[in-house]
């Protein structure tokens, strides 16, 4: 069943923060900018490996990378398949052979270099913080890629802890992968948790999986045509506020 609510009505902001004290983020498209980073990171990747035409390679590079991370989402493949072979994959499109396990770190290292978040992202957790929510960090991705972009962003202090999927040996929509995040919180109760993400996929079917309340952070009014079915619906971090009890 769908408990998708208004987020408006001020019954419901006052229940929902006497309700929640765990809010779990999702970190790309959700705080942190993956596209921006993303568009930067090949850039300078792709450069170095001295590619002329860099936006065709883009091009088929990035719908590439997404198709590639839904199938890890359904295990498909494995997260070392996914990293050691899409550079592998991206230049072999173009006629050329490389070694993929090397391009995969010297991608890492110039991704884990990019710390962009969106506008207002520190007023938001500041306001949560200062409202006396717990705030965690639950991404799917690479433990160096993530933990470099979150200190390039200025934001991992807001955290009280940084899960990562590589780390926890899980990743979303796994059950396990909030099983394992509970048991390394304080005190944690899922009834007071939220998972906030952009993500039906990951962060949505994730807290179904896992009995965990959701909140759908959704900018771009897509429309959800999945079996994910996320409690709230917010499309800005001002709904955001407003769907946890903040005017």
Sequence with gaps: MNHLVSLFAPQERKFLKLKYKFL????????????????????QFLEEEGVEDIQTYKDYYVPMNKALWKDLEQKKI????????RFEKL?????????????????????????????GVEDLLKNLIKQGYELYAATNGITLIQTGR???????????EIFISEQLHTQKPDAAFYEKI???????????ALMIGDSLSA????GNNAGIDTIWYNPHHLENKTQAQPTYEVH???DLLNCLGEL
């Design 78 to 85: 494995t997260k070392a398949e996914l990293i050691n072979t």
């Design 236 to 238: 800005s971090y001002k």
């Design 150 to 160: 979150l200190e390039q962003s200025g934001i991992s202090p807001f955290f009280k």
């Design 91 to 119: 230049f072999a499109h173009f006629g050329i052979e490389k070694d993929g396990a090397y391009l995969a770190e010297r991608y890492q290292f110039f991704l884990s270099k990019q710390g962009q978040t969106f506008p």
């Design 182 to 192: 509970g048991a390394r919180i304080p005190n944690f109760d899922k009834n007071h």
């Design 203 to 206: 962060d949505i079917q994730g």
């Design 24 to 43: 779990l983020f999702d970190l790309d498209h959700t705080l942190l900018d993956f596209d921006a980073a993303e568009d930067i990171a090949l850039t």
